[in-house]
């Protein structure tokens, strides 16, 4: 029995109440940091991929900051995902968890931080961020934003600036998958808001397992002082998703809620990140993302409106390889 459970958590499916942060052992395992020091008008974040080809694990890191469209990312060979609860580590250059954030990516990009006060994941809920679709085995992507707040402390040097770092809010996710990113997708993540305790986060792409392929967009909503709102089941709480390179329009409902995020950025402001070939074992630009944009969101329950709020320090996605390379090319010098 427990061999079987095993096989079923190696294909990427988690059963209710999993533990999704832990290591699956798939293709792809990504863990991403966002701090957001709204007082300073700053936006860091820390990413790293553990991906497993046959030639053994590799990670992609990276480190990214606003303003001033900072990155810095690296390809190294010594990594792995942790067993037991969220992180990844990739030699000394990148050692990340659920209490502290270190990566030196050389002298111009380093992060040391302590974090504190998490706003977790409800233990209480049978399902993550993918919802039901945790359960279907060998997804090509699955997600799940395990940390919803909380406060950063410490350092991070940006471009041979120190910044410090008293009280960021911070943001944590997971996504996995059997072979890397899809086709095409869409992300966003908001902090900075009138209230502190407000989250925001959205993940939508092309899902595919074998001959199954649908498009899906998950929405997460932290109220101000209330509950969790999770959005984008088929039938129950669909979401529509309208996206570009420079907007953002997110709808969804249940029957009792209905949400709407507006987002906008100009795509010259945009970073071109990269994302993993796993088999390949480097990296292509995958993502323009944007790490300062403007997010307004709209709350609605049974018709009326329960919280509006605007944040100027968003992190917006829109993804695709053949579009971000494209994009990646014309702006060489």
């Not at 499916?13 to 991403?32: C, I, K, N, Q, W």
Request: proline share 6%; with cysteine; hydrophobic share 40%.
């Amino acid at each position: 029995m427990r061999q079987v459970a095993a096989r079923y958590r190696a294909s990427g499916a988690d059963l209710p109440f999993g533990s999704l942060t832990s290591r699956h052992g798939v293709a792809m395992e990504g863990y991403f940091w966002r701090l957001t020091d709204p007082a300073a008008g700053r936006v860091v974040t820390a990413l790293i991929g553990v991906q497993r080809s046959r030639q053994g694990p590799w990670a992609l890191v990276g480190l990214g900051a606003h303003p001033g469209r900072f990155w810095r990312q690296d390809v190294l060979m010594d990594a792995q995902a942790r067993s037991h609860g969220p992180g990844a580590r990739a030699g000394s250059a990148f050692v990340a968890d659920d209490r502290r954030i270190l990566v030196d990516l050389g002298p111009d990009a380093r992060l040391d931080v302590t974090l504190a006060d998490l706003d977790l994941w409800p233990r209480n809920r049978p399902f993550g961020g993918s919802s039901w679709f945790q359960m279907v085995p060998g997804l090509n992507q699955y997600w799940h934003p395990w940390l919803l707040g909380g406060r950063a402390t410490g350092t991070a040097t940006i471009d041979g600036a120190t910044w410090r770092l008293d009280d960021a809010q911070v943001y944590a996710e997971k996504n996995w998958g059997s072979d890397g990113f899809p086709d095409a997708w869409w992300w966003g993540q908001a902090h900075g808001f009138a209230e502190r305790d407000a989250c925001v986060a959205f993940a939508g792409g092309e899902v595919s397992a074998g001959p199954l392929r649908t498009t899906v967009t998950a929405v997460v909503v932290r109220l101000p002082g209330g509950p969790l709102l999770r959005l984008g089941n088929p039938g129950t709480s669909p979401v529509r998703a309208t996206t570009s390179d420079g907007s953002w329009l997110i709808a969804g409902r249940t029957r009792a809620w209905h949400v709407q995020l507006v987002g906008h950025g100009h795509p010259g402001d945009a970073l071109v990140l990269p994302v993993p070939l796993v088999a390949e074992r480097r990296a292509v630009p995958g993502a323009l993302e944007h790490l300062g944009a403007t997010l307004d969101v709209r709350v609605r329950h049974h018709g009326r409106l329960v919280w509006e709020g605007t944040s100027g320090l968003a992190g917006l996605e829109h993804g695709g390889l053949d579009r971000a390379a494209a994009e990646a090319r014309r702006r060489e010098p």
